[in-house]
């Protein structure tokens, strides 16, 4: 199905540069292709299906980032990666190399339902109830080339997660799944909609508490038929399914669904049979069952203090005793969020293949995870991550900020914003300083599109144009996570050489008002923004 999609688009590739083809009749072949038309040059989207890739995938990526990019690639929030720098000519060649390991860009734009997220700690974390990966893949299934849904009013999102910890930002998408247990104990389905970012941020509603999983297609069907009778067509602002739910409420909404559902509920039943056969490709690797007996890894940790200080901030916890996941930070100073160089994939396959099983996994916040690294291999895998400048101890602090590519690359944005995260990383980039300050998220968006989902930073920055200038909006007291929320703005808008001096101007504030140990949101939620705008305007 991959290869004849890429023989499909290279035909209409070559169409389109003969001129058989308008742009206007081009253009949603190649969205649906995840192919956009940005300030420099074309830009491709590929799909990272609930975020999971091979070692053999992530070589693959090096070698076309190599021959058809500039040598590295930008990966997203939402588990996908991009290409900034391809020919339109040379897209139908890398979506052919790309097919070779079964990648691709279908539904990566478009008005259709993209790639479905997922937890990257999903199958490893001992406080999830069940595995979301599954659901992710049949839900991928089903989705991918619905002819009903290949034209949707626009774009349509879910994400699925198995625990109470919230890695994915569910109810900010169109649909959040958050599998839960009844009062049977019977596993089943919350389903939240209508959230989503941009310049209408809102938190998704539960539409309701419990689904049996045998009705999930069912019920996410009756949902996009709702979605696609009443979306707005006429007005793209107003497109999105969040502000359906809110023009028509979310119990009018609930009625609608309920009522298409009785109709179709018993098509689209998933039978355990079919569950099953996902479920199989998803099993539960074969773990050293003494790994936990390895004494290497407190011994390391007490005789090497910078060891220890990343084994702290960039691993987390195992269902499975002797075992970590290990973050590898795309975070490092003076490197765009995001972006990793085709020689730093090799690296990562490498390792992949030595010291996690072979898979590597794509995150939320831009990062990639090994999911299944043995703690007496710790120290090792973190002298070759060090060495190749991915091992910068930053993970869930100031410097792990989200950053969109803004004005240096796409088209739509009103300002830059990988230079400012530079600057903000590199002024406040004393570790010990971090740690002190604690979990503090900064995300920061070039335009109102809101790609580095900065409505739901605990510290979220806006860039805006005022009259041909790049000016920036600051928030404060967002969270993306399980406590939802949207950041209250802190005032006018702030100019770009000031931008840096304000962050320091917040940081400042936190420090003087926290309780002991009060994490900057809790902060900002017991005080409000008043304390941290007198700080930032008090000179005006």
Known sequence: MVEQRVAQFRDQTRRFLAGELTEEQFRPLRLMNGLYIQIHAPMLRVAIPYGLMSSKQVRKIAEVSRRYDKGFVHFTTRQNFQMN?????????????LATVQMHAIQSSGNCIRNTTSDQFAGINANEIEDPRPWAEIIRQWSTFHPEFAYLPRKFKIAVIGSEEDRAATKLHDIGLHLVKNHEGEIGFEVLVGGG???????????RPFLEKKDLLSY??????????????????????????????INHIRELVEAEWVQIRD????NQKEIDRVKSYFTEPEYEADAAADESYEKALAE??????????????????????????????????????????????????EFSLGEVRSTHTQNLVFADVKQADLYALWLRLEADNLATP????????????????????????????????????????LYDLGDIKIKFSGCMNGCAHQSVGHIGILGV??????????????????????GERLGKAIPKEEVVDTVGHLLDAYVDLRH???????????????PFKERVYADN
Not at 197 to 207: K, V
């Open 394 to 433: 930053n993970i869930n602090t100031l410097t792990d900020i989200i950053c969109c590519p803004g004005l240096d690359y796409c088209g739509l944005a009103n300002a830059k914003s990988i230079p400012l995260s530079k600057q903000i990383a590199e002024r406040f980039g004393d570790l010990d300083y």
């Open 197 to 207: 970012l941009g310049r209408t941020p809102i938190i998704g509603q539960q539409i």
């Open 85 to 97: 720098w391809p020919k339109l000519e040379d897209v139908p060649d890398i979506l052919a190399e």
């Open 220 to 249: 996410l069907e009756a949902i996009l038929r709702v979605y696609n009778r009443l979306g707005r067509r006429d007005n793209k602002y107003k497109a999105r399914i969040k502000i359906t739910v809110r023009e028509h409420g």
């Open 516 to 530: 002991e140990d009060e994490s900057f949101l809790a902060t900002v939620r017991r005080l409000g923004i008043d």
């Open 304 to 353: 090497d203090k910078a060891f220890a200080r990343w084994a702290k901030q960039n691993t987390f916890a195992h269902k499975q005793p002797g075992y970590r996941a290990v973050y590898v930070s795309l975070k490092a100073p003076g490197i765009a969020p995001g972006d990793v160089t085709s020689d730093q994939l090799e690296v990562i396959a490498d390792l992949a293949d």
């Open 267 to 270: 098509q689209l039943e998933l």
């Open 465 to 486: 144009d005022k009259k041909g200038e790049e000016w920036y909006q600051f928030t404060l007291g967002g969270s993306s996570e399980a406590d939802a929320s949207l």
